[in-house]
């Protein structure tokens, strides 16, 4: 990728033609987002490493800071687990939080809906706040504007957070190599179900809970047990596992090989999927990380985060091979192999 | 999970291909049915456990693939007025029509929702009764109770204001057509399991002892399809054409025969068009007169529709197993799942879909590919 922006190329990118209007697709997280940021988005600001990470890094005089956006859309606002005031904190710090930054600050931009109850709100907030005090940041900044009724699906949030990176601490798909043990820090696909049993309205026998929590504490304690060895974190939010895995076999130009049995996944959330035909691997979560590290120091990693109480469930779930490079694959449970893609958008519940 | 991870081990399956291997001498051409298994296959990589002697077939047993391009056509032309919400499987939104897919129609404006039954479409009905409710009923025998069940429903209720733009295939009718095909290949079938458990396996006995081969009811877990592939095996090895049940644990001789009373009552036989197969009579389901008011297609003038399927899409062999979804000259290239041409590279179900998605013959990739290694055999 070029850059500079080519006015000529963005104006009317190729990938792009296909899609005369902005579908659902665009906002998946999978190779429809991805066409989005690499054809109009990063040519237009000139960004030339744009897939690199969670946040990026900037050096000021005497450190290097990390910063983050992320906005939040979720309906229901408030859901099993969770709320989009938890999500508004806790998903932009944990962007930080997998380049190794420490979050400090984040600013709070509200666009609410006309109409929406005021009792809604407050507890919207109230969630913000209290999740801002479990990740230890402050609001330091924000804004709010109202839209008409009908234009918006009760609050929209955007969070920006500002955090620091610890000198030494270098985390990023660049430092991923062939030899790298993955470890995922416990069950994936639960906040993804959880949306979806109360969005769709469906009863499953258990209630699935998001997982939505912030991870700085973890990662904090990943940096000490890992040192030089903890190559790169990522957090598989929406696009699940299978993107982000994606990304930095993209990214870092290797193959990630994934032992399908190894991957955690509580029973209530297998049921919810096998019953839409959805897979595991492409669910969101907003409590789990993915680590890369090196082979040699992937035990005391995992004692390391199995220890935390956000990592109980932590295992083992593959490695990092040179070829074919950019390309992930999965042992099937019965001993087959096949390639895990990138998601294209939105997963799609099917027929039958 | 009870019932799921049992029919996944490992050490079972490596039994189960290995008594395949033991069975076979010499070469034999099956083809699964249902689209459900097809994607079974791919994605736990059955297909590479079977010794090369054993060719899989994928075939026609896709809803999402074979529903013709106009009814895709007439679904895009009602979603996109004004006064209807148009309901429908997630599955469907993603397929091409001539011009667009659902996706398309959605973002300019059309009231387009993801139903999960038809029931939450008739739900809906009742909630807006200024609005015009279409569900898109479309499927084989499975998904065909609920349908029927929706639109006994909205009559009780007196509805006016839900219908249904229906597109209904059977399984039986596909399975002559391909057996009476010149070009057929097929030695032995495998039956779709949860079409079955709706209509049972006494339509399969006449046609196994007509046209002389073996048709297994299978399941969808890796076990089950291993054990319909060894049961096929062990038929064709034998010399014998039965039907056989492998999958009794949902499957019965005489199927459920209030949901088959139910369908009767609701739906007659008529000729389908089978996308890229073309008409194949007596197969498929229409609404009987007592019921035609709830078609979609009798509410609403759908006289403009000019279909226009791409000259490049071959889905229509692929869907009769004449051609791998990776034989295609536009597979990969011109056809992915973003750019789909035809139907069988978006639905979950579809061959070409599972075999882009689950890795099968990258040409951009270099030779020690998984995915070359993972190459289907060829007959």
Redesign the interface.
Known sequence: MSSFADPGAWACPLPLR??P?????HGGGG??TAELIAHLFAPAFGLADHALGDAAIVELAGGRLAIATDSFVVRPLFFPGGSIGELAVNGTTNDLAMMGAKPVYLTASFIIEEGLSMDALAAVVGRMAQAAQRANVRVIAGDTKVVERGHGDGVFINTTGVGVVPLGVDLGPQRVRPGDVVLISGAIGNHGMAIMSVR?G?QFEADILSDTAPLYDLVAALIEAGGEALHALRDPTRGGLAAVLNEVAAAAGVCIRVDE?AVPVD?TV??AC?M??LDPFYVANEGKLVAFVAAERAGDVLARMRAHPLGQRAAIIGQVLA??AG?V?VQ????????L?MP?GEQ????? | MKYLAEFRDSALAQRLAAEIRRLVTRRWVLMEVCGGQTHSIIRNGIDQLLPPEVTLIHGPGCPVCVTPLALIDKALAIAARPEVIFCSFGDMLRVPGSQKDLFRVKSEGGDVRVVYSPLDALALARQHPDRQVVFFGIGFETTAPANAMAVVQAKRLGLKNFSMLISHVLVPPAIEAILRSPANRVQAFLAAGHVCSVMGYWQYVPLAQRYGVPIVVTGFEPLDILEGIRRAVAQLEEGRAEVENAYPRAVTYEGNRPAQALLDEVFELTDRAWRGMGVIPNSGWRLRPAYREFDAEVRFDLAEIQPQESPLCRSGDVLQGRLKPTECPAFGKQCTPRTPLGATMVSSEGACAAYYNYGRLMPEHSADDPRLLAQPQRA
């Open positions: 296909d899609y209007s902005v579908v659902i697709g190779k429809l769709e469906l049995r029973a297998q049921a096998e839409l035909g070829q074919p390309v694959t099937t449970a019965i001993g087959g192999t096949r390639i893609p294209l799609l519940p099917r027929i039958c």
